[in-house]
């Protein structure tokens, strides 16, 4: 029995309560089930694993409940690779993958079966089905994601028969799995690469799902910009919510904590904090993505004059950023260096840098010692998938020393952000900070912008916003 809580109202379970509960209850197996849109997909994503490591053994762990607060937990979100070999989202499970003689693998998704009704497991604890939801069965589970499950309660007996199998698994995802295995470091750190590796890549699904994230974010923005008055009335806060709820509605989640940032917020990379206030006349700086219910984000920015129209010094910041976005835009293209948006985007702001008098030229020199990373911060994009920062643990010859193939997904957002104690620039353009960031999938031809819907040079920004705002 799950332990209680230490100061609940009850003090047990009578005999009679226990028998009471176990019965009249239907019988609420579903048959109408079919696979899964993405199940053939996520067959193929194994068939590729497999490939990569003949011979041995791979776990990929979906992870664990973490707790927020006393009995209290964070919304589970599973590790991104199970997802991308499984196409599932369940916890407390693992994707294993078994060696054949033949060099290839057998696959086996271990899960939480559903609780029984012949004890109290299902009605005791708060992560039992009565308390938390209906969870598959194994059979359901197994015809949607089209590969054979196993109660997960077996695993570690399981994984002991073969002891002597080599074997990786995923670390830091599931610690009482990785405690169950004997493995070594190193050669799990290459199977957590490969997992990335294959996601720089995406197919013909995933590009949906990508399409289908980005379209609710671009109707997100708009809602934003039709409340905008509204927040000016309240806080940042204000446009968060408009956003959740776009994402909420449309999606499962939105994809990382959204950037709301007005006033000199606007030159916090990473401000999420979203408790400022709105004032016209200063810029909001709105970084957002929704996430679908199949786990993949868009990841779009937008800088907003909050009165409708930008003040000269913040135009003149603004179109600076906006002809890099163009330079990096240009460069993304089948077999270009992954590194060429980047350096196109960035070496358009030093000149700027450096015609403004911000930083000392000449430009070559200035970029080829990073003068301007104090005015831009950041790189100019990444890759963008299942997570926010997609493929972050994919070989460095893989990604950033590689060259773009058609099916990346990638964003280009070149910024400037002006800190308000930066001395070094004129008074009036201290707490600026404008970032534009569009997510574009690499093509046969060369490019599309997934994330056109929405405007992106000042004079396009203006008429939105004269268009939609509140």
Same mark, same amino acid.
């Given at each position: 029995m799950a332990k209680g809580r230490k100061n609940g109202l009850y003090e047990g379970v009578s005999e009679e309560l226990s028998a009471l509960m176990r019965t009249g209850w239907a019988d609420t197996e579903r048959h109408d089930l079919e696979p899964a849109e993405q199940a053939p997909y996520a067959a193929a994503r194994r068939v590729a694993l497999s490939a990569?490591? @003949?011979?041995?053994?791979? $776990? /990929?762990?979906?992870?664990n409940l973490k707790t927020r607060s006393n009995d209290d937990t964070y919304p589970f979100r599973p590790y991104s690779g199970y997802v991308h070999m499984t196409g599932d989202q369940a916890r407390d499970g693992a994707l294993v993958l078994e060696p054949r003689a033949d060099g290839g693998h057998d696959a086996y998704c271990y899960q939480l079966p559903r609780d029984s009704r012949d004890n109290d497991e299902f009605w005791i604890g708060y992560t039992a089905e009565l308390w938390m939801g209906r969870r598959r069965s194994l059979a359901e589970a197994e015809? /949607?994601?089209?590969? @054979?499950?196993?109660?997960?309660?077996?695993?570690?007996? =399981? %994984?002991?028969?073969?002891?002597? /199998? @080599?074997? #990786?698994?995923?670390?830091?995802? =599931?610690?009482?799995?990785?405690?169950?295995?004997t493995t070594d470091e190193e050669r799990d750190v290459e199977l957590e690469g490969a997992l990335s590796d294959l996601r720089l890549v995406?197919?013909?699904?995933?590009?949906?799902?990508?399409?289908?994230?980005v379209d609710s974010t671009v109707r997100g923005f708009t809602d934003c910009v039709a409340e905008l008055s509204r927040a000016v009335a309240s806080s940042e806060r204000w446009i968060e919510g408009t956003f959740f709820? #776009?994402?909420r509605l449309e999606g499962n989640h939105v994809g990382y904590g959204s950037i709301c940032a007005a006033g000199d917020h606007a030159t916090i990379m990473h401000w999420t904090d979203n408790d400022g206030p709105v004032r016209p006349g200063e810029l909001l700086l709105l970084d957002a993505g929704v996430e679908?219910?199949? %786990?993949?984000?868009?990841?779009?920015?937008?800088? %907003?004059? $909050?009165?409708?129209?930008?003040?000269? /010094? !913040?135009? !003149?910041?603004?179109?600076?950023?906006?002809?890099? !976005?163009?330079a990096g835009m240009a460069a993304v293209k089948p077999g270009a260096p992954y590194r060429d948006f980047h350096e196109a985007s960035q070496r358009h702001l030093t000149a700027r840098l450096v015609e403004w008098g911000f930083i000392e030229g000449p430009v070559d020199r200035a970029y080829a010692l990073g003068l301007q990373r104090r005015f831009t911060m950041a790189g100019t994009g990444h890759m963008l998938g299942l997570d926010v920062h997609d493929c972050a643990q994919a070989?460095?010859?893989?990604y950033v020393d590689g060259v773009l193939e058609p099916g990346m997904v990638l964003t280009v957002e070149p910024g400037l952000y002006? !800190?308000?104690?930066?001395l070094t620039v004129p008074e009036e353009w201290r707490g600026i900070g404008v970032r534009i960031e569009d997510d574009l999938v690499v093509t046969e031809e060369g490019h599309e912008n997934l994330s056109a819907g929405l405007p992106r040079s000042s004079a396009e920004v203006e008429a939105w916003m004269a268009r939609f705002a509140g």
């Open positions: 990569l490591f @003949p011979g041995e053994r791979l $776990i /990929v762990p979906s992870g015809t /949607v994601l089209g590969l @054979p499950c196993r109660d997960v309660r077996t695993i570690t007996e =399981d %994984l002991a028969a073969g002891s002597g /199998v @080599p074997t #990786r698994i995923v670390r830091g995802v =599931d610690p009482a799995l990785e405690a169950a295995v995406k197919d013909t699904w995933e590009l949906g799902e990508m399409r289908k994230a709820r #776009r994402a679908t219910h199949s %786990l993949y984000t868009a990841d779009v920015t937008r800088t %907003l004059p $909050i009165s409708g129209t930008f003040t000269p /010094v !913040q135009r !003149q910041v603004y179109d600076a950023v906006y002809e890099a !976005q163009e070989r460095t010859e893989e002006f !800190q308000p104690d930066d």
